[in-house]
């Protein structure tokens, strides 16, 4: 069972296959941004992990609603409207600009006609995707043993999500920057942030970081900085003395390049208790960046959620 909860995935084995669904997964979340009325810190944008892949969740068309919903286990990019019609794309070896076309067709069969900005975000070097006729690759399957380390760290990070009374985001993926996460807030505001994230606007980014956050979440990796599945934990603003912090477990390091910590999805899935493993990297990091940071902790904070019980007031 734990095998196939916490799969192996070498960067370096799909990282091809990793760059296809990115976009892929860049036009579907597109449709979503457009049709969507803005949401604070971009929640508006994201997808969610469900029991067979990820989803967009019902988006709002005329008087109803359509949803569209990758299926990592049949391979198939299912659409569905609130009329009762269904569409779907299988998922096979095509390229961005294939897909791109594949979608909006199956999107026009079902009555709806949806204009995205068709520049990929957040990737260096990318083209528009009806121009990119190069990325191609899908390996059925990397993408569902992808799939399923997502399911496994998305329950995690949900039960990690209970500990918090404060303003907390869904766990949720983010297809600009590939990876999945969640998001404390301190309830104070935070410095203006920089931007400079490629492709990204700095007035999205400076909406996002608006206030103080402890964030932590999983990423498959690439870009040549952490090319390994990696968890992570940051806060902005970063504390004075963050880098310092002694968190758990002993494999967590801070990476100085990225300004956060990091946890090697290798040490998770080989650990006798992976989410044991995980959740202590969670909540170690959090405290560092709550105390370092001083949230008022007592009022933000409750014991961890457990089935059938509510919490004591």
Not at 177 to 194: E, M, Q, W, Y
Not at 208 to 236: K, L, Q, R
Not at 289 to 310: I, M, N, T
Request: charged share 20%; aromatic share 12%.
């Amino acid at each position: 069972m734990k095998a196939n909860a916490w799969p192996a995935l070498p960067y370096g084995e799909w990282k091809d296959t990793a760059l296809t669904l990115q976009l892929w997964m860049q036009i579907v979340g597109k449709i979503r941004l457009a049709q969507t009325p803005w949401l604070n810190h971009s929640w508006h944008v994201p997808l969610y992990v469900t029991s067979r892949g990820l989803t967009t969740s019902p988006i709002a068309w005329q008087d109803g609603a359509f949803e569209i919903d990758f299926d990592f286990i049949d391979h198939v990019l299912w659409l569905r409207s609130s009329s009762g019609a269904v569409r779907r794309v299988n998922l096979n070896p095509m390229t961005v600009a294939a897909f791109h076309d594949a979608v909006m067709a199956e999107l026009k069969q079902l009555g709806i006609t949806v204009t995205i900005d068709g520049m990929p975000n957040e990737i260096v070097g990318a083209v528009p995707f009806v121009q990119d006729h190069v990325h191609q690759d899908y390996d059925r399957d990397a993408a569902h043993q992808f799939w399923r380390i997502l399911l496994s760290s998305h329950l995690v990070l949900s039960h990690f999500r209970t500990a918090f009374l404060g303003k907390a985001s869904p766990v949720h993926f983010f297809w600009g920057s590939f990876d999945l996460a969640v998001t404390r807030f301190s309830g104070r505001k935070a410095p203006l942030h920089p931007g400079g994230v490629p492709h990204l606007a700095d007035n999205v980014t400076r909406e996002a970081y608006s206030h103080e956050v402890s964030s932590a979440g999983f990423w498959p990796g690439g870009g040549g900085v952490i090319d390994e599945p990696t968890y992570y934990s940051y806060a902005y603003p970063t504390p004075a003395g963050f880098a310092e912090a002694k968190v758990k477990p002993a494999a967590a390091s801070f990476n100085t390049t990225l300004g956060e910590f990091v946890l090697p999805y290798d040490a998770v899935r080989t650990a006798p208790d992976p989410a044991g493993m995980l959740m202590d990297f969670l909540q170690s990091t959090y405290q560092a960046a709550a105390d370092l940071g001083k949230w008022d902790r007592s009022a933000l904070e409750c014991q961890l959620g457990v089935e059938r019980r509510p919490r004591q007031v």
